[in-house]
Structures are given as C-alpha cells and as structure tokens.
C-alpha cells in the first residue's frame, strides 16, 4: 500500500496520524479493533476474513496447543492480509502472557520481588522482551501488578507482594524492561499493567470474588503501583505523566 494518506506517512505527529485514521474508519471498523481473536485450525479462514473486513485488532496466544506458539510466518501471513487486504491497512498486535520469561524462563515475579532488586526484573524482562519480539510478538499481558495481601489468593505469585512501594519499583522496572526507551526498537514489545486496580483484593483468596476498599486504602496501598506503571510507560512515550492518585 503507497503511503499517500495522512495517517500513512510517518513523518506526522502521531495525534494528527490518529485523528486523520479515526475520521476515516466506519464504527464497525472501530470496534473491530477492539476484537481480539484466537486461531485454530477450524476457524483459520473465517479469522482470515475478519482481518480483510478491518474487524480483528488483537491475535492472542494462549495455553492451547494449537493457539500457543505460532511461528513467525503463520504470524506474518496474518499480518500481510491485515496491511495489504483490508481497506485501511491496519496491522494486528500479537499478544502473549509473558509473564517470567519467554524461552528463558525466569523466576515467577513474586519471586523476583523478593530479591528486592528492580534491577534484576528489569533486566529479566529485558531478555524476556527480546525472545518474544523474535517471535513475533508486540505485546505482552504483564506486568501483574495487583497488590495481594490474602496468600489463600492463587494469583499471589503473579505480583509482587503486598506492599505499595516495593511494588511500585517492581511495576515500574518491569516496564522498562519489556518497553526500553524507545518502542520502535525491535527488541522491545508493548507491557500491559494489569489487571482492574483492585483485583488482588478479593475476599476469601477466591478468583473474581468482591473486594471491599475503602478511598484510603485505595490511594495509598493500591494506586501506587499502577502510579509507577504509567510513569514509566508515559517515558517511553515522551508523555508526562500528569500527577495524580497514589503519587
């Protein structure tokens, strides 16, 4: 595709890029790219027919055999129909739970917490971020930064504890781990702080279970982390992260 349009040409600042793609995309291409999809063997052809239609922005990778590991030119192929076929030449992300590692596999980040050394999750996501972006992949679901403080929670071992400063410096290493300074790099890939402020909170260590939180509680034990994630995002960026809850 000829880089004729607005939105095409990289030498424009990226809010004009957006703005000039947005006006020109329909509604239902609008919330195609919030479709995240999954690909099997019974579904491959009609997967490849949302991504012509501009109605798939995500490829996930999960714990399927058949979902897990794509390999790079069943990625590319993906990605060719979605730049060359599609009306607006949008490319797909492909995500994965990086979690502690790719093919290297390090400690879980509970574990690494305990070190007490951000430099050694940064570091470790570093390596992890250079191994999936060989692969393939864009994005990576982590880091975990719920705060847990019920060890009968099983995702426990996802974070980095129970206390807001230590995992602050854990979020916000982990960040520039996976992102580097510069995201056009092709060894570093998107992180995702997650999941909803708040989740490790579930009452009775049960999975999607209510939490009670009071405003106090939220700004100085929950928000802080999720503070640090988006400072350290909003570097790679070249934003500046605006002050706000749990600074």
């Given at each position: 595709?000829?880089a004729?349009?607005?939105?095409?040409?990289?030498?424009?600042p990226?809010?004009?890029?957006?703005?000039?793609?947005?006006?020109?995309?329909?509604?239902?291409?609008?919330?195609?790219?919030?479709?995240?999809?999954?690909?099997?063997?019974t579904?491959?052809?009609?997967?490849?027919?949302?991504?012509?239609?501009?109605?798939?922005?995500?490829?996930?990778?999960?714990?399927?055999?058949?979902?897990?590991l794509?390999?790079v030119?069943?990625l590319?192929?993906?990605?060719?129909i979605?730049v060359?076929?599609?009306?607006?030449?949008?490319?797909?992300?492909?995500?994965?739970?990086v979690?502690?590692?790719?093919?290297?596999?390090f400690?879980?980040?509970?574990?690494?917490?305990a070190?007490?050394?951000?430099?050694?999750?940064?570091e470790?996501?570093?390596?992890?971020?250079?191994?999936?972006?060989?692969a393939?992949?864009?994005?990576s679901?982590?880091?975990?930064?719920?705060?847990?403080?019920?060890?009968?929670?099983?995702?426990?071992v996802?974070?980095?504890?129970?206390?807001?400063y230590?995992g602050?410096?854990?979020?916000?290493?982990?960040v520039?781990?996976?992102?580097?300074?510069?995201?056009?790099n092709?060894?570093?890939i998107?992180?995702?702080?997650?999941h909803?402020i708040?989740?490790?909170?579930?009452e009775?260590?049960?999975?999607?279970?209510?939490g009670?939180?009071?405003?106090n509680?939220?700004?100085?034990?929950y928000?802080?982390?999720?503070?640090?994630?988006?400072?350290?995002?909003a570097n790679?960026?070249?934003?500046?992260a605006?002050?706000?809850?749990?600074?």
């Amino acid at each position: 595709m000829t880089a004729t349009l607005p939105y095409q040409n990289p030498d424009l600042p990226v809010p004009q890029r957006v703005q000039d793609l947005m006006g020109r995309m329909t509604t239902e291409e609008k919330i195609g790219q919030t479709n995240q999809i999954w690909i099997y063997r019974t579904n491959r052809e009609a997967v490849k027919d949302l991504v012509r239609r501009g109605l798939a922005g995500t490829r996930l990778s999960n714990n399927n055999p058949e979902a897990r590991l794509p390999s790079v030119e069943d990625l590319n192929e993906l990605q060719r129909i979605a730049v060359e076929e599609s009306r607006l030449g949008i490319p797909l992300l492909h995500g994965r739970d990086v979690i502690h590692g790719h093919r290297t596999v390090f400690p879980l980040p509970l574990g690494l917490a305990a070190s007490f050394d951000p430099g050694i999750m940064e570091e470790s996501n570093t390596i992890a971020a250079r191994e999936a972006a060989s692969a393939g992949v864009h994005w990576s679901f982590a880091p975990m930064i719920d705060l847990a403080r019920d060890p009968r929670w099983g995702r426990c071992v996802e974070g980095s504890g129970e206390d807001p400063y230590l995992g602050a410096q854990m979020a916000a290493a982990a960040v520039r781990g996976f992102q580097g300074e510069d995201l056009s790099n092709p060894e570093r890939i998107l992180a995702c702080a997650k999941h909803f402020i708040g989740y490790g909170s579930a009452e009775g260590g049960r999975d999607y279970e209510t939490g009670e939180i009071t405003e106090n509680k939220l700004r100085k034990v929950y928000l802080p982390p999720y503070r640090a994630a988006e400072q350290a995002i909003a570097n790679v960026s070249g934003r500046k992260a605006k002050p706000g809850a749990g600074t």
